[in-house]
């Protein structure tokens, strides 16, 4: 059970000879035969690539570059960053994907940009709709939804000295940045004024928390379609994907941010509308569930859980602005983001519900 890929095209850089020689001279015990290299056609900020070697039955990596233009803009799109992370993670996080090699610079590079490689991890990956021939029963959900904030958990509870990866993000001030950076991502990113948007963003300006929990690893796009789970047993997670967000900071922050993105059955028409993910199939946990076992997991409780589930909330909304923003202005003619505008609308009304109720159960 793979996620398909696509041919390359005109507008791909990849210099297929020239990736062959730097994986051969890098990565031992690669077998002998063609190399083929495809797109992952979405679902992913940065551009990713399969690349086979030795035909079907060969070997398969997975290749992680950033866009064009933005290989020394923004951390989420730095592959060094993100190789280093992974590679560090490894002995004391096991779910994550073993890195086998990276291009530190653009110079020399077979894409022209940096990048790094790393073994695929064969898997099912859960997506807006349930996948065919694979039963996701009330049972199977319901594990796998505690399995999803044990995960989450358990990286939380890493010692950060025992990673290496102290020095990878900066905790003291963390959520005041945050706030402060996502609400003037908002701002640029205005269309039409969101009266609940623009409720929401004082609000948080106004109720930072004045307590942070213990500094921890955070990956910051915890979802169900960021792990790979075993086929014979989708209640078991294979591998967590996508690290390019990850640093270190407020732990809260990050189970806020999974848990706007999950939808439960018994919220209203227009989040379940939005297509996050496959929470609201029955069985899966409530969010309150999830808090719970978390909080069972850690030791620790979650204090302030409004402002960050409304704050996560707000951050998603802002994402959705963002694309939203480029597609009113034509800088894209993709219809698909033509409704994200409405996405974050409905997002914000989402958290102007929650701080009327002051609970995250509200529907």
Known sequence: MKDATKPLTGKDTVDVAALEAWLRDRVPGLPAGPIVVERFPAGHSNLTYLVRVGGDE???????APPPG?????????????HRILTRLAPVYPLVPTTRGVQEDGEGSPLGTPFYVMDRVDGLILRARAPKHIVLDEATMATLSHRFIETL????RLDLDATGLRDIGRPDGYVQRQVDGWRARY??????????LERVSS????????????PAIVHNDFKYDNLVLDPADPTRIRAVLDWELCTVGEPRMDLGTSLAYWVQADDGDDMRALSLGLTH???????????????ERTGVA?????FHYVFALFKVATIAQQIYFRFAKGFTSDE?????GLGAAVLGAKAARVLDADRIDVP
């Open 58 to 64: 060969g070997r398969e990596l997975v290749l992680r």
């Open 70 to 82: 933005a290989a020394h803009i923004a951390t989420g799109h730095d592959m060094v960053r993100e």
């Open 153 to 156: 958990a358990d990286l939380h």
């Open 187 to 196: 701002d640029k990113s205005r269309t039409d004024e969101v009266s609940d």
């Open 203 to 214: 609000w948080l300006a106004s109720h930072v928390p004045s307590r942070s929990a213990q």
């Open 281 to 295: 199939l029955p069985g899966n946990a409530t969010r309150l569930e999830l808090v719970r076992r978390y909080e």
């Open 302 to 306: 979650v204090d302030d859980l409004v």
């Open 336 to 340: 698909r983001f033509a409704l994200m």
